[in-house]
């Protein structure tokens, strides 16, 4: 028996320039099954029109091929039993064409009178420009990420689709990993099928538990910091899966790659809060200690003091020994096995070449509580002393 789908009304479209090139460039006598109107939509192409081309591209079939893939895809999409479409999103290459794709696609559906869409829009995604292939790889389907990730945090999940159809394949296999991660549903056309093929969510779930243990390294990544083979140290296999690896000035650096970006937004679109990790009254708390058996860096105490108090889904926190400072990497969080091979969370703080570290007891104690706590805790304090 299938389960029933929940209702989608928004649409996320990756767009491509096949309309410009593929269709409209090439539009001529010549052309197979050519519209009545077909020397007006080449005539406001050819004189960058973008409005009017729109306006004449609303008078021909939107299953025909001239149409583009954006326009066919969503025309089939819309059919779908699982799917009313009250908004599109398109997103756009960092180019000329990529813009201007954009604006025909913008004018064209807010002028569907019979779609009775409530928003059309399109965005560029910085960086997403083939012409510059080191930035599009390390910069720009990154930003393809991000640039989804701000409409899933405005728009529940479970209301949204992507269509991949349109731009360049490395765009389409991050769509389809956006959706297997969040159970999104995602639609593809090949130019060669006759219909569309849809991804509908796996039931697979991502090994969180890496964020945890590696929440502070992954957080400056995810803020734009590179590191060398050295600087990373010893690492977990899984953890190579998130970097890639450029040459700056003649040196292997390592940074976060899409994969790592997607890894990171649906880990938060999934658990953007823990219910059972509730606020505590101040009856179920204890001020954090601290012993005595070494120095502390200065303002370590009033840093643990103030990460208690602004968190009252902290119980507590005290210090923890430690063997050598080596390990010790300024302000961070994150999750480790204690002697005992149970998880605990540590934070960490070094100034000066001085450091220490203190263990923080949460109101819930599972993994994912952990993580959680381990992930926001770095986005609000996380500083490299």
């Given at each position: 028996?299938k389960s029933?789908?929940?209702m989608r ?9 096949s ?5 409209l ?6 052309t197979i099954?050519?519209p009545?109107n ?5 005539a406001h192409f050819d004189?960058q029109?973008w ?6 591209l609303?008078?021909v079939?939107p299953?025909q ?9 969503i ?13 599109i999103?398109f997103l756009?290459s ?5 813009r201007n794709?954009g604006?025909?696609l913008?004018?064209?559906f807010e ?12 965005e ?5 420009d ?7 790889k ?11 990730g701000e409409y ?8 949204i689709?992507?269509?991949a159809?349109?731009?360049y ?8 990993l ?5 159970d999104i ?5 090949h130019e060669r099928?006759s219909e569309i093929?849809d991804f509908?969510p796996?039931?697979v779930m991502m090994?969180y538990d890496i964020?945890?243990?590696n929440a ?6 995810e ?8 600087e990373l140290g010893?690492m977990?296999?899984?953890?190579t899966?998130?970097?890639t690896d450029?040459?700056v000035?003649g ?10 970006q997607?890894?990171?937004m649906s880990?938060?679109q999934r ?7 509730k606020?505590?009254d ?7 200690t601290?012993?005595n ?8 105490k009033s840093f643990?003091q ?8 902290i ?5 923890v020994?430690?063997a050598g ?8 969080f ?13 934070g ?5 070449n001085f450091?220490?570290?203190?263990q923080?007891h949460l ?6 509580s952990?993580n ?5 805790l770095?986005q609000?304090?996380r500083?490299?002393k």
């Amino acid at each position: 028996m299938k389960s029933r789908q929940p209702m989608r009304n928004t649409l996320i479209c990756t767009v491509g320039t096949s309309l410009f090139y593929g269709n409209l460039k090439p539009l001529s006598e010549n052309t197979i099954h050519k519209p009545e109107n077909w020397k007006k939509i080449k005539a406001h192409f050819d004189h960058q029109e973008w409005g009017a081309v729109a306006k004449e591209l609303l008078q021909v079939d939107p299953s025909q091929r001239l149409c583009g893939a954006e326009i066919n895809t969503i025309e089939e999409v819309r059919k779908k039993e699982f799917i009313h479409l009250e908004n599109i999103f398109f997103l756009v290459s960092d180019t000329e064409d990529g813009r201007n794709t954009g604006k025909v696609l913008k004018h064209y559906f807010e002028n569907r009178q019979d779609l009775k869409l409530k928003q059309v829009d399109f965005e560029v995604v910085e960086d997403l420009d083939d012409q510059d292939p080191r930035k599009f790889k390390t910069a720009g389907l990154k930003n393809l990420v991000r640039k989804i990730g701000e409409y899933l945090s405005r728009i529940s999940t479970q209301h949204i689709a992507i269509d991949a159809t349109g731009g360049y394949k490395a765009q389409i296999a991050v769509a389809l990993l956006i959706g297997q991660a969040l159970d999104i549903p995602v639609f593809y056309k090949h130019e060669r099928f006759s219909e569309i093929i849809d991804f509908p969510p796996l039931p697979v779930m991502m090994d969180y538990d890496i964020l945890g243990r590696n929440a502070a390294l992954l957080h400056d990544m995810e803020c734009g910091k590179t590191f060398t083979r050295s600087e990373l140290g010893e690492m977990e296999d899984k953890l190579t899966l998130f970097f890639t690896d450029v040459e700056v000035d003649g040196e292997t650096m390592y940074e976060l790659n899409a994969i790592g970006q997607i890894y990171l937004m649906s880990f938060r679109q999934r658990f953007n809060y823990i219910p059972e990790l509730k606020p505590l009254d101040t009856d179920q708390r204890k001020s954090p200690t601290f012993g005595n058996d070494h120095h502390f860096p200065s303002d370590f105490k009033s840093f643990v003091q103030k990460v208690w108090e602004e968190n009252r889904w902290i119980q507590t926190c005290w210090t923890v020994p430690y063997a050598g400072q080596k390990g010790i990497q300024g302000i961070g969080f994150h999750v480790q096995k204690d002697n005992s091979d149970h998880d605990i969370l540590v934070g960490s703080y070094k100034i000066k070449n001085f450091g220490a570290r203190f263990q923080i007891h949460l109101s819930d104690e599972r993994k994912e509580s952990l993580n959680w706590a381990a992930d926001t805790l770095n986005q609000k304090y996380r500083q490299k002393k």
